[in-house]
């Protein structure tokens, strides 16, 4: 006899809609499957796979191997309520809600600063709380063409209250276990490595769910340090973290994590990293933006103009795993 899942308490925020059989629909009729160029600006690339109102995701923070000039692109061109899933970092976030793109966040542990806590109290910015670990799981659910994924933790916190999640009674063992909804989100914006024109990307040292990511989200842009041949790629497939099928576009950004760093090829900028934080910490983050992100048409410019040759020479050096040391 069927019985109905018994509900025990519920979070009370909003959260982005769960359709996993009309994303896999998607999916099947608007993904390529023939290996078709994609390499493109990153301008040309969020003018046509970002627009306004979409949920966005990133890999991995703005620090470490962030894409961090697609941010800056989706703030120069100006785009709005975006539906932001944050992770491990404030400093994206920040800049996002001062620059006026993004209306809703869905968090997990980062200190908010002032510039999201004067948003929140202007209703600009709503919030829903989750964890860095919830937050993936979310992620991994959406990946596996599942609605809801059950989750080890959670249940019994401040921020279940402002979630999505629910705490349900498990039909197997009878006890309470917490459920949260899966993510499909519109855009992954990931940063890698090394790619191919075709969306075949590389991803050397750690990461979070840079591969979930791309298999659970509408639309994907990779950004990378290096285009490498399609024929190295097929000569050592076991590396290849992303398949081109997930890839909407290619996008060649060298030192497109700058400031933060990229495991193997160039360690962070410390004095901008001190700048970037030090701005959203104290609410300067609209002088921040004038300067690094409006003043400049590009990333490149913004890397002539404001960083320069040997600074960048000097983040290379400074890499913990030499260049010449990668697959």
Not at 61 to 73: C, D, H, K, S, W
Request: net charge negative; aromatic share 10%.
């Amino acid at each position: 006899m069927a019985r109905e899942l018994e509900v025990l308490a519920e979070g009370q925020g909003e959260y982005h809609r769960v359709d996993p059989d009309g994303f896999r629909e998607w999916v099947r009729d608007h993904k390529q499957r023939a290996m078709v160029p994609k390499l493109m600006s990153a301008k040309e690339a969020v003018e046509r796979f970002v627009q306004d109102g979409d949920y966005i995701v990133y890999e991995c923070n703005y620090i470490q191997r962030g894409p961090a000039a697609l941010i800056r692109e989706i703030i120069r061109q100006g785009k709005k309520d975006l539906w932001v899933g944050a992770k491990f970092t404030w400093v994206d976030v920040a800049l996002l809600v001062e620059a006026g793109c993004a209306s809703k966040l869905d968090v997990g542990f980062f200190l908010f600063g002032p510039v999201v806590d004067r948003a929140v109290k202007e209703g600009r910015v709503k919030i829903y709380e989750y964890s860095n670990v919830v937050m993936t799981n979310r992620i991994k659910a959406g990946a596996m063409g599942l609605p809801f994924i059950p989750v080890r933790s959670f249940g019994g916190t401040d921020g279940f209250k402002y979630s999505g999640a629910k705490l349900i009674k498990d039909p197997y063992t009878g006890q309470p276990i917490t459920i949260v909804p899966a993510l499909n989100p519109d855009v992954a914006l990931i940063h890698v490595h090394q790619a191919d024109i075709y969306g075949n990307a590389r991803v050397f040292g750690t990461g979070i769910s840079d591969v979930e990511s791309a298999l659970a989200s509408r639309k994907v842009i990779i950004s990378t340090e290096e285009i490498v041949d399609t024929e190295e790629i097929r000569n050592n497939p076991g590396i290849t973290a992303i398949p081109y099928y997930c890839v909407d576009a290619v996008v060649h950004l060298p030192f497109g994590a700058y400031p933060g760093e990229m495991a193997g090829r160039y360690a962070s900028d410390v004095e901008h990293v001190v700048e970037v934080v030090g701005a959203t910490m104290r609410g300067f983050v609209r002088q921040y933006l004038d300067k690094w992100v409006y003043s400049a048409q590009d990333h490149f410019e913004m890397l002539d103009k404001l960083v320069g040759w040997r600074k960048l020479q000097e983040m290379v050096q400074r890499a913990t795993i030499k260049e010449g040391y990668l697959p």
